[in-house]
């Protein structure tokens, strides 16, 4: 059976894996991002992960990269990161590992690695939009089975669309006030209700704990976000009318405290459209256990020949 090296790389951990024909993990590390030091220092934290991969006793093929973007992904270059905080705005990221370790090298958005492991592993329908939930917000769009994407093939941050222009509570590194990663990610709803409250909170599992709980305010919050999330999917809907949204990331965990409130909302604006071609898509939380961007990556990597053709 074939093996190959799968990395997502987030701007928080990275989870990477040898991974079997079949999606099965032979091994696997898991590690902090070390993005202090900028590229050289995450470099060789990469190449030292895959290393030990190697030395798994499989023969490997291939590497596949899903990660954080901007980027594009043929020519196989990072564009100054979003959640990176890096001063380098380039980065010949495949170029720079195919040099040291010496493997076919497949690299391409987190979000777009998250969409092919469902269609791989989960049998989702040709039209499916994966949205990852953490440190930021990724958006990975199949149409038709085709990878969506922008200009020259540059990925889409559609993650960035603006929700509500010049909200300054809403910080999103990108650099737009109100953009959907400003409120919708994980890491930036935290920061969003802690600015509108002035209470201190830890991370988004605390928000999340605190709303179960029965803290009324958070929970109200809460409600927005459910608002917003209806108003970015409700826009993607009339876009791209997949007929499944899939979401993942850490912050996808918190779904049963937004998810059913989003729906209803949804049903409401687009009752309609729905009403004479059923616009409506199934949305649902990955049964991945947030490994389908780590799945879609090991799947671009047994694809190396033709993935970019
Ligand atoms: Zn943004």
Redesign the pocket.
């Known amino acids: 059976m074939k093996h190959v090296i799968a990395m997502d790389l987030g701007g928080t951990k990275i989870l990477a894996a040898v991974v079997n024909e079949k999606g099965k993990i032979v091994k696997q590390i898991k590690a902090h991002t070390q993005l202090e030091g900028g590229w050289p220092v995450l470099k060789n934290q990469i190449v030292e992960i895959c290393r030990e991969l190697m030395n798994s006793g499989k023969k490997i093929t291939a590497i596949g990269f899903g990660s954080a973007g901007p980027l594009h992904a043929k020519s196989g270059v990072l564009l100054d990161p979003?959640n990176f905080g890096w001063k380098k705005k380039k980065i010949n990221f495949v170029k720079d590992l195919s040099k040291v370790l010496k493997l076919p090298i497949v690299f391409d958005n987190d979000a777009v690695a998250a969409v092919l492991g469902e269609r791989w592993l989960k049998h989702s329908p040709a039209n499916t939009i994966c949205i990852t939930l953490g440190t930021g917000l990724g958006l990975g769009v199949l149409i038709d089975d085709h990878v969506l994407r922008g200009r020259g093939g540059l990925h889409s941050e559609g993650?960035?669309l603006i929700l509500r222009p010049q909200d300054h509570d809403a910080h999103?590194?990108?650099g737009?006030p109100g953009?959907a990663?400003?409120f919708l990610s994980g890491v930036n709803f935290v920061k969003w209700v802690s600015k509108r409250t002035g209470r201190k909170f830890k991370d988004a599992k605390e928000l999340s704990e605190l709303a179960k709980g029965g803290d009324i305010e958070v929970s109200r919050y809460f409600a927005e976000y459910a608002e917003l999330m209806a108003q970015y999917l409700c826009s993607l809907v009339v876009l791209y009318y997949p007929t499944e949204i899939v979401f993942s990331g850490s912050f996808a965990q918190a779904a049963d405290l937004f998810l059913p409130q989003t729906k209803k909302i949804m049903a409401e604006s687009l009752a309609r459209q729905q009403a004479s071609h059923k616009i409506i898509p199934k949305i649902r939380v990955s049964r991945l256990n947030n490994t389908n961007g780590l799945m879609g990556a090991a799947y671009m990597a047994f694809q190396y020949k033709t993935y970019h053709s």
């Open positions: 979003t993650g960035h999103c590194e990108c737009a953009c990663e400003g």
